[in-house]
């Protein structure tokens, strides 16, 4: 299993872009990368998934280097609704596999 | 996409009792369903693999005989915290995996011992 290390925690203003990377060194070839975002006393909500290069949806953009050894994810003009936790998972989707979340990344929106 | 579908939401029990927590697939077939436990300001972390028709897989450190599960239909798994305690008090949140969604994760059920 693919362990994954993210900043523990993120300050950023309204407006701006918001880089979060998370690095996964020992990512295996099968492996996907998926970012969810977790607010308090909610699951985790899937935001984007990729595997390699860039990947783009209506909320945020992933962008993976060629050795796909890190990721990041990359949210567009925040708001103070985007303040929650955000958790990079690495694993092989086509068979599904054991949920080993890190810690994850608190990003705190501030007006 | 797949979607579950967690009840109850939060509850609130005396000390000594149990508690069912119910997490439906309501549009997929699920043969394995997730269960985890998370604390305040702590991360996700998986207590057990519950699998239709058969026994739960459980990680290191997870009381089976506390932490009840059972998989009776493809579409319903349950946790019941036996006995509870305090200390017992969590987020409990389960999901399901699907090829084409991934992990989909219930709403989470905020259990309260008092």
């Known amino acids: 299993l693919a362990k994954t290390t993210q900043p523990i925690s993120m300050d950023s203003y309204e407006g701006q872009e918001v880089n979060i990377t998370c690095s996964h060194n020992n990512i295996a070839t099968n492996d996907y990368i998926t970012w969810y975002q977790q607010f308090p006393s909610q699951g985790p909500r899937f935001i984007i998934q990729?595997?390699?290069t860039k990947v783009t949806n209506e909320v945020a953009s992933l962008f993976i280097p060629a050795d796909r050894k890190s990721s990041t994810l990359s949210l567009p003009r925040v708001s103070l609704s985007d303040t929650a936790v955000y958790y990079c998972?690495?694993?092989?989707?086509?068979?599904?596999?054991?949920?080993?979340f890190g810690a994850g990344t608190r990003l705190f929106v501030k007006a | 996409g797949a979607v579950v579908s967690q009840h109850p939401s939060w509850v609130i029990c005396k000390s000594g009792t149990s508690v069912k927590i119910e997490c439906r697939s309501l549009?997929?077939?699920?043969?394995?369903m997730f269960w985890y436990r998370q604390f305040p300001k702590q991360s996700l972390m998986l207590m057990a693999t519950?699998?239709?028709?058969?026994?739960?897989?459980?990680e290191q450190g997870v009381e089976k005989d506390k932490f009840l599960i059972n998989h009776a239909s493809l579409t319903l798994s349950t946790l019941t915290v036996t006995s509870a305690h305090p200390e017992d008090s969590s987020f409990y949140i389960c999901s399901l995996f699907s090829a084409g969604d991934g992990y989909t994760f219930g709403s989470g059920t905020r259990l309260t011992v008092v």
């Open positions: 998972l690495v694993g092989d989707y086509t068979g599904g596999f054991k949920t080993i």
């Open positions: 519950s699998n239709e028709g058969s026994k739960a897989t459980y």
């Open positions: 549009d997929f077939q699920a043969t394995t």
């Open positions: 990729g595997y390699k």
